[in-house]
């Protein structure tokens, strides 16, 4: 994440603002705001206890303090500082997951922790909490915030339970949804960051989007990495290479045995030739060989040896050889006068 540099230093203009309040003030926000050097930040009871005064006293002492530094000389000359946290904020799309804002700003917590209470300070930006829908997030337009959380929550609605798409769909989605968007906006990096915005919307580590609820986007086991990873293959791939792909893309130790035992288990996974492994949701047919033929002449009705063999590899990666010595069976198939087979 690329870090935006400013031109003034976030200690010096928390420190102008709160030169002004009693030292019990100044250290109330000090606490609260982990605006020490430890960066801690303390709960309105463990700063109770250190002045032996009740929480809700300490609440009335932070919100006191904040008002007295609005209202001062102090704050009317910090202004500049509040001005360019406002294009930054402006220029990172208006609204902003907290998160995302204060690691633009710096990579240390104690310096973010002071560009935090200039946003609590400051009267242009509106910070909303994180409940089930979004992030904390921070924003200096509220009717553009209400129309890109809009616009997430439409979304959120089209996708399906374990859908996933790829990252340029979803933002031509994002933009079909906000025509009348300011061009300014209409950038891939802002519209990313606002999908950072969402609790509900996330990506996976190969980069495709989903409902975070999904399993193909908060991949939690070895079956889960494994789906993604043959999801982007795309076609039949060999469990040694599923597990050289597992380690490669979400940096997990993927031991091959483990894999490959793993994918035996689980339905989403179709084994169609030697130790190679298809999704099941492409449409291949479980089972072995012989089960293979059976469903296909169930399906299909007598055919002739040369069309069971078509159709069989086009279901499993097996010999030619492998299917007609399957054929020759008589406890499950049978042939016709006509040369065709069926099943008992």
């Given amino acids: 994440m690329e870090k935006i540099a400013t031109s003034f230093k976030p200690k ?5 603002l709160l030169s002004i309040l009693t030292k019990r003030g100044q250290d109330v926000i000090v606490s609260r705001y982990g605006l020490s050097a430890k960066a801690q930040k303390l709960t309105l009871d463990a700063i109770g206890k250190k002045y032996n005064i009740t929480r809700e006293r300490v609440r009335q002492i932070e919100n006191h ?20 946290l406002k294009e930054i904020v402006s220029a990172l799309g208006g609204i902003v997951a ?3 804002l204060l690691k633009h700003l710096s990579k240390d917590l104690a310096i973010q922790n002071h560009y935090h209470f200039l946003l609590v300070i400051g009267e242009e930006f509106k910070r909303e909490k994180e409940d089930e829908e979004f992030h904390h997030r921070w924003n200096v337009d509220q009717e553009l915030a209400q129309k890109i959380q809009n616009t997430l929550k439409k979304l959120y609605a089209k996708l399906t339970d374990d859908e ?13 949804e906000v025509k009348d968007l300011n061009e300014k906006y209409k950038d ?20 495709e989007w989903g409902r975070t609820s999904s399993p193909n986007v908060n991949a939690k086991g070895m079956r889960d990495y494994a789906f993604l990873v043959i999801r982007k293959h795309g076609s ?9 792909a597992i380690t490669q893309y979400f940096n997990k130790k993927a031991h091959v045995a483990t894999t490959h035992n793993e994918l035996i288990k689980d339905k989403r996974f179709v084994l169609v030739g030697r130790g190679l492994y298809a999704l099941a949701e492409w449409g291949y047919m479980s089972g072995v060989v012989k089960d293979v033929i059976r469903s296909i002449l169930t399906k299909e009705g007598p055919l ?24 020759q069976n008589s406890k499950y198939f049978k042939k016709d006068k006509e040369g065709r087979y069926s099943n008992v």
Avoid at 164 to 176: M, R
Avoid at 236 to 244: D, R, S, T, Y
Wanted: hydrophobic share 35%.
């Fill in 12 to 16: 010096d203009a928390t420190k102008k």
């Fill in 65 to 84: 303090s904040l008002a007295v530094v609005r209202k001062s000389k102090a704050y009317k000359e910090t202004q500049p500082v509040f001005d360019e």
């Fill in 98 to 100: 907290e998160k995302d």
């Fill in 164 to 176: 996933l798409v790829v990252e340029g769909d979803l933002i031509s989605s994002f933009l079909e």
């Fill in 188 to 207: 891939e990096e802002i519209i990313k960051r606002w999908l950072g915005i969402s609790h509900k919307i996330g990506k996976n580590p190969l980069g």
């Fill in 236 to 244: 039949p791939i060999h469990f040694k290479e599923v597990a050289k």
């Fill in 304 to 327: 002739t040896k040369e069309k069971i063999v078509e159709k069989v590899l086009k279901e499993r990666y097996v010999k030619e050889n492998t299917i007609l010595v399957n054929l």
